[in-house]
């Protein structure tokens, strides 16, 4: 017979209400745990800028030369051989970190608030503050690994995000309004679907169902999906829904219409329509939000968009999607990712590996790489 562990299935005299007890606990040791880890990583965060601000202070007000890097790594390394992080590589990005966020209480606020290794993505792939700010927040919000914020850095998610024609600032109170229209993308990739030009619109809609995995990230935190071809019955006939998600976050039901043409103003009012059958069959009284929909269309001339939202009575938005991967076709499928490459160095993380790697003689470079 299998031992169980829980005392609460092997002790029938327990007292009234120690199950309940048990459980709480249990929670709240979890509950501590992470907190202790989100403490620890904010503590490393911190010690690691102030690491990087000292070398600034001495390079600036001193005169020391980048060689002197390569000597306190290894006298890190040796006063402290079971601690990661000390390499030359690593301490650059210490430098690095601490020039590009001069104000400590942006550090404790956000920066701090994510793992070491996020940030070194965001040091080397964003350059401007406002954008670089917008990924740290939505990596919090979102718990973000590492290779998904490299993904929505590469898709350009921030110049995506909030860009889409609507009419949300007129059919929605705010900041519902607002909520609403930073869920919607322009344009929406979908290159994991691997489909040409020419594709039909069954064929799309078939392909991100067979995909939806990745079509929900895609789409953003919050969506849950409900049906495809969603059937409504209005006025003694038929209707179907393309696509029909609820999202969480919203509070509301999101209609999804798929066109593989480009956007024509009578598709506006049909979804009009749609959204609202939707309102008065499926709508849950105060509990639900207005019903958002989105005509995902192949193309769109913005003027013309505008033009059909505006007098619209339901909350709704016109975007677009992209099939074509940047990635060239020959290419496709056989370049590395992140954790691929981590794997075949032998080691959790590219930066951690470069402690090794550091310590070893390397030929002179013209520029001291970061």
Same mark, same amino acid.
């Given at each position: ?52 601000? !000292? ?56 920066? &701090? ?64 309004? !607002?909520?609403?229209? !930073?869920?919607?993308?322009? #344009? ?7 489909? =040409? ?9 078939? %392909? ?11 789409? =953003?935190?919050?969506?849950? *999906?409900?049906? %495809? ?33 480009? *956007? ?52 709704? &938005? ?50 001291? #790489?970061?």
């Amino acid at each position: 017979m299998k031992r169980t562990t829980d005392v609460t299935l092997r002790d029938s005299t327990l007292p009234a209400g120690y199950p309940e007890f048990i459980a709480e606990l249990k929670a709240r040791i979890r509950s501590a745990q992470v907190r202790a880890v989100v403490s620890v990583n904010r503590e490393l965060i911190l010690l690691y800028w102030q690491i990087g601000s !000292d070398i600034l202070a001495r390079q600036q007000t001193e005169g020391w030369g980048a060689k002197v890097i390569d000597r306190l790594s290894r006298d890190l390394i040796h006063e402290f051989p079971d601690m990661k992080g000390f390499s030359v590589r690593n301490l650059k990005y210490m430098r690095k970190f601490a020039e590009t966020y001069r104000d400590a209480s942006i550090v404790q606020q956000l920066a &701090a608030q994510i793992p070491w290794f996020h940030n070194c993505v965001i040091l080397d792939q964003i350059s401007d503050p406002d954008e670089r700010e917008w990924y740290i927040r939505q990596t919090i919000q979102n718990g973000w690994s590492r290779n998904v914020l490299v993904h929505q850095i590469e898709s350009g998610l921030f110049l995506r995000t909030g860009t889409a024609v609507t009419n949300f600032a007129a059919t929605l109170p705010a900041p519902q309004s !607002d909520l609403a229209r !930073d869920t919607i993308k322009d #344009p929406y990739i979908f290159d994991f679907l691997g489909l =040409g030009s020419d594709v039909s619109e069954r064929e799309l809609h078939q %392909s991100l169902l067979e995909r939806l995995r990745d079509f929900l990230i895609e789409l =953003g935190i919050g969506f849950a *999906f409900v049906g %495809s071809e969603y059937h409504l019955a209005v006025g003694d006939q038929d209707y179907y829904l393309d696509l029909l998600f609820y999202h969480t976050r919203l509070h509301c039901y999101v209609v999804i219409e798929l066109k593989i043409g480009a *956007f024509i103003p009578e598709y506006a009012g049909k979804l009009n329509f749609y959204l609202s059958a939707v309102d008065d069959l499926m709508r849950s009284g105060a509990a639900d939000q207005p019903s958002i929909g989105i005509l995902l269309c192949k193309d769109k001339n913005r003027v013309i968009a505008e033009y059909a939202l505006r007098d619209m009575t339901k909350p709704m &938005a016109v975007a677009t999607y992209r099939l074509a991967s940047r990635v060239p076709a020959g290419l496709k499928g056989k370049m590395p990712t992140v954790k691929e490459l981590e794997e075949a160095i032998g080691s959790g993380s590219i930066a951690e590996q470069n402690q090794v790697n550091d310590q070893k003689p390397s030929p002179k470079r013209s520029e001291d #790489p970061l």
